[in-house]
């Protein structure tokens, strides 16, 4: 570890460190050489600036706290190998009505699921919990994570939100975050979007709301690219049902049917025809009903039916012999079962999982994060319990 200059530069050279000083301007990671390399972080530390130059940094259940951003990130075993937020004052369109003043823009490479707080004065509201906003910054529009409780005393509030992931799971961080009050009323609250591969080799759209208001309905939109001025309308309307109970709609695209990456979007249109639009999801398809036709792809490949009750099957691959772990995380980042542990050779695999904990009990309704390893690689995917 090497400091330099008046303001207080830490530059971290080893994995070796035992600490790290409280408080610095800027955190330089430099595992010079070694890209793939991480150094564990020691103690919470607040800086300005969080650089990475070679390599990452372990959160090993410690904090960093961005000074000057109002936010800080918290993970139990997350590796990042960047992670830069930018705040502002920024007024957004949420919903049908606005957000607090407040903003933060993220991008970076995580490994796994973290905790972020973002911090308000006492002042901008009174409200004893507020809802989360995220966009992926290659979308039309904001979707909803979910409600929080406001903490803190004083002057200073906060929000805490966990289960934080890449938004489609790649490992990329790039989405922004907005606050708003409770009592807005809105047409329609997402709190799942997948696009997957079925059982059939068909491209599965699954998306579930939580409730629905003055709701016309749904459209969707597919491009070979993840600019959505290039997508295309597949020219199918699903009807709202405009319920204040969990809703889950699938619609299956058999219209791909050449090798390639493809992009969905999400609209959703409200009777006034005012639209918010989600997305893009990714996904890499390969044509051919026989398993022998398709080639094997390493990872998790699917998980159906997704949201599902009382199980799924989750499929996935391996390239060459190798130890495969699966971990499913609640959303609070806490480990709650193992359901797949062993060596695999070279194939692909299909696993049925019962939705229970490592006690045999069954878990509750909500999103899980699915973490499957093979070998030194690491997938992640997200799971949906509807009961």
Known sequence: MTTQGTNYIVSVTSQDITSLPSEVNTLRINLAGADTLSVKLPNDVTVTNLAFDHGGLRMNSKKIIYKFKNADIYSTKAKFYSMNIRFTEDINTVGTNHSLARTWYTSGFVTDVFQATMYFPSSLTGSSSLRLWLRNNATKGWYLKGEYPVQGSGDTRYVVADGLTSPDMSGIVYFDFTLSEVDQTLPVELSSFIVSINYQNYAQILWVTQSETELSGFRFYRGTSDDFASAVDLGVFIPATNTSAPKYYVYTDKE???????????????????????????????PGNDDNNIPVLEGINSIYPNPFNPDTTIRFGVLEPSTVKAIVYNNRGQKVCEPISGNYTKGTYSYIWNATDYNGRELSNGIYILQLQVGSNTYIRKLAILK
Not at 264 to 282: I, Q, V
């Open 256 to 286: 791909i049917n050449a090798s390639g990456t493809y992009y969905y979007w999400l609209e959703c249109m409200d009777l006034n025809a005012n639209s918010t639009f989600y997305g893009p999801k990714e996904l890499i398809f390969h």
